[in-house]
């Protein structure tokens, strides 16, 4: 595993599971959100996310968390390796969303984009979940299947397949 892709529903475990994976595999972890969003969560331009995507591809090995343009998905697909594909059903990344973003409120989030509070967008996170499970679930699994028939697939569908990978990897 040098080129990894994480993708898969927010609340799913992806950032934690990446921050566990980078020092495990000596790789450099990168997250799609933090250059997806600027304070106040405005969207930055696809051309600005796909820039720095292009600055990490060129790397020798790499993990990258996490959706961003279309294009920039199917482009990261075809380098990976590994695709970890985080499909829990859509109850399970609703609760965990949920604890995430009401941990956040005391805590505060490490992973979050600058300037972006978690808990003022909850709903609009709720919405946007629900999208994704419904329309670009099975869209993210056709260009997976597409764009990286050589890679190893990995398809968490449950707490226990996350965990299982975990122990795989040497965490947990």
Known sequence: MTR???????GGGKSTLCRQLAPALGLPHHAVDLVQWRPGWV?????DV???????????????DGFGP???IEERLR?????VFVDLPLATH????????????????????EGCTMW???FRLYRMMWYVHRHLRPRLAEAIAENAPAARIVH??????????RSEIGED
């Open 4 to 10: 990894v892709v994480v993708i898969g529903n927010a």
């Open 43 to 47: 969207q930055a331009p696809d051309e």
């Open 50 to 64: 796909a820039r720095h995507h292009d600055r990490w591809l060129a790397d020798e090995g790499w993990i990258i």
């Open 70 to 72: 279309w294009a920039t």
């Open 79 to 83: 380098r990976s390796d590994t695709v």
């Open 94 to 113: 609703l609760w965990w969303a949920t604890k995430r973003q009401i941990k956040s409120l005391f805590l505060g989030r490490l992973d979050a984009p």
């Open 120 to 122: 003022r967008v909850t």
């Open 156 to 165: 968490i569908r449950t707490a226990a397949d996350l965990k299982a990978f």
